[in-house]
């Protein structure tokens, strides 16, 4: 009997352990990649050292279905490996080169990765930008009629936003050419708290902000309509109403917050139903924009913090001053303190990696090694 109960005891066991290693092998995806880097100095091996980090990341970002990729913001991948060894092991299971080539100066391979999802979301996560901004607001189209959820994904409002966060030097990026989501689907994750779907948009286009929303209209008083004393209206009165949230990643949490959330209204009056709806939409975007622009600017602050950057070969005041003054010219740089010769405190609002991958593009500096708040370089003067 005991004999008979260990055996079903062991059985039971094996069954859970191999649903288990099931269930985990499910979990991952099969993905095809490809990569490719320069060849400099002949240093074939490190060639291909970046061009297989440049084909993983190719296999995380296919898994998690991106829309604007990391290569647009880093071009040197063998930093994102470096900074990125933990999420990259945890994402890339494990990989083959099924093909490789070296073609004149360009190294190229061909691999095939097994990525587990959910960590390649936070990969990615950890590559995003907080001064990109993803704008999704869809307006219902005036002429939709009753029931007829019908709309317009770009508009005056969003269009309006979206110029103004640009002129701040903000990277946008307008999510409703991509078609990666739909008006049903916004207001369904806003009405519902459903932050999954708001988080997945943000995996998929690097970003750490999101503007949401949703424009509703109504027609107030119709062109003819009797406003009593024998008066008839001679315009269209519309109101047009969005409802939104403005959504950030808490870089010490990692999870979603909602930075604002409500609605505002706006109105207008003209000849055609479709014209008084313009005009309501340009009343709305004198209102909203500035109370978003102020949020954006808030989360920017909080983020924004000191890294110490050490540059070795500074032996003089002069050069001190040149390279402060490359610094300080580096896109996002907020500020630059000297703390002693060859060592400052650079404000900056993103990610460490984002400032070295700047800096080394300058093509006077090498980078000894980097941390979340450090950088170390040497420094190479133009002979």
Same mark, same amino acid.
């Given at each position: 009997?005991?004999?008979?109960?260990?055996?079903?005891?062991?059985?039971?066991?094996?069954?859970?352990?191999?649903?288990?290693?099931?269930?985990?092998?499910?979990?991952?995806?099969?993905?095809?990649?490809?990569?490719?880097?320069?060849?400099?100095?002949?240093?074939?091996?490190?060639?291909?050292?970046?061009?297989?980090?440049?084909? $993983?990341?190719?296999?995380?970002?296919?898994?998690?279905?991106?829309?604007?990729?990391?290569?647009?913001? =880093? #071009?040197?991948?063998?930093?994102?490996?470096?900074?990125?060894?933990?999420?990259?092991?945890?994402? =890339? $299971?494990?990989?083959?080169?099924?093909?490789?080539?070296?073609?004149?100066?360009?190294?190229?391979? #061909?691999?095939?990765?097994?990525?587990?999802?959910?960590?390649?979301?936070?990969?990615?996560?950890?590559?995003?930008?907080?001064?990109?901004?993803?704008?999704?607001?869809?307006?219902?189209?005036?002429?939709?009629?009753?029931?007829?959820?019908?709309?317009?994904?770009?508009?005056?409002?969003?269009?309006?936003?979206?110029?103004?966060?640009?002129? #701040?030097?903000?990277?946008?990026?307008?999510?409703?050419?991509?078609?990666? =989501?739909?008006?049903?689907?916004?207001?369904?994750?806003?009405?519902?708290?459903?932050?999954?779907?708001?988080?997945?948009?943000?995996?998929?286009?690097?970003?750490?902000?999101?503007?949401?929303?949703?424009?509703?209209?109504?027609?107030?008083?119709?062109?003819?309509?009797?406003?009593?004393?024998?008066?008839?209206?001679?315009?269209?009165?519309?109101?047009?109403?969005?409802?939104?949230?403005?959504?950030?990643?808490?870089?010490?949490?990692?999870?979603?917050?909602?930075?604002?959330?409500?609605?505002? #209204?706006?109105?207008?009056?003209?000849?055609?139903?479709?014209?008084?709806?313009?005009?309501?939409?340009?009343?709305?975007?004198?209102?909203?924009?500035?109370?978003?622009?102020? $949020?954006?600017?808030?989360?920017?602050?909080?983020?924004?913090?000191?890294?110490?950057?050490?540059?070795?070969?500074?032996?003089?005041?002069?050069?001190?001053?040149?390279?402060?003054?490359?610094?300080?010219?580096?896109?996002?740089?907020?500020?630059?303190?000297?703390?002693?010769?060859?060592?400052?405190? =650079?404000?900056?609002?993103?990610?460490?990696?984002?400032?070295?991958?700047?800096?080394?593009?300058?093509?006077?500096?090498?980078?000894?090694?980097?941390?979340?708040?450090?950088?170390?370089?040497?420094?190479?003067?133009?002979?």
């Amino acid at each position: 009997m005991k004999a008979i109960i260990r055996g079903v005891i062991f059985a039971s066991c094996a069954l859970l352990l191999f649903a288990s290693g099931d269930t985990a092998f499910a979990q991952s995806k099969s993905v095809d990649a490809e990569g490719e880097a320069a060849i400099v100095n002949n240093d074939v091996p490190s060639a291909k050292q970046e061009a297989v980090a440049r084909a $993983k990341w190719a296999a995380i970002e296919k898994a998690v279905g991106v829309q604007v990729k990391a290569q647009s913001f =880093v #071009q040197n991948f063998v930093l994102v490996e470096d900074a990125m060894k933990t999420e990259v092991t945890g994402a =890339v $299971k494990d990989y083959t080169i099924v093909s490789q080539e070296k073609k004149a100066d360009i190294y190229w391979v #061909q691999i095939r990765a097994r990525v587990e999802p959910t960590r390649a979301q936070q990969a990615v996560s950890a590559l995003a930008l907080n001064n990109s901004i993803a704008v999704f607001i869809p307006a219902k189209k005036p002429k939709a009629g009753r029931g007829d959820e019908e709309y317009e994904e770009t508009n005056v409002l969003s269009e309006t936003l979206i110029g103004k966060l640009r002129s #701040q030097d903000y990277t946008v990026v307008d999510i409703a050419p991509t078609s990666a =989501v739909d008006a049903a689907e916004i207001e369904k994750a806003a009405k519902g708290g459903h932050t999954l779907t708001l988080r997945t948009l943000m995996y998929k286009f690097l970003s750490n902000l999101l503007i949401v929303g949703k424009i509703d209209y109504n027609i107030s008083t119709k062109k003819g309509e009797d406003i009593g004393y024998g008066i008839s209206m001679p315009f269209n009165n519309v109101a047009v109403k969005l409802t939104y949230r403005l959504l950030a990643k808490n870089n010490q949490t990692g999870k979603t917050e909602v930075l604002d959330a409500g609605f505002e #209204q706006g109105k207008g009056l003209a000849n055609s139903v479709e014209d008084a709806a313009t005009e309501a939409l340009k009343d709305l975007a004198e209102k909203i924009t500035p109370k978003i622009m102020e $949020k954006v600017a808030k989360f920017m602050q909080v983020n924004t913090k000191k890294i110490t950057v050490k540059v070795a070969g500074v032996k003089d005041l002069d050069t001190n001053m040149d390279v402060k003054g490359i610094l300080q010219n580096i896109v996002w740089v907020t500020g630059v303190d000297d703390k002693e010769m060859g060592e400052f405190i =650079v404000s900056y609002p993103e990610n460490t990696l984002y400032l070295a991958n700047s800096i080394k593009q300058k093509g006077n500096f090498k980078i000894v090694n980097f941390s979340p708040y450090s950088i170390s370089l040497e420094y190479q003067k133009d002979k």
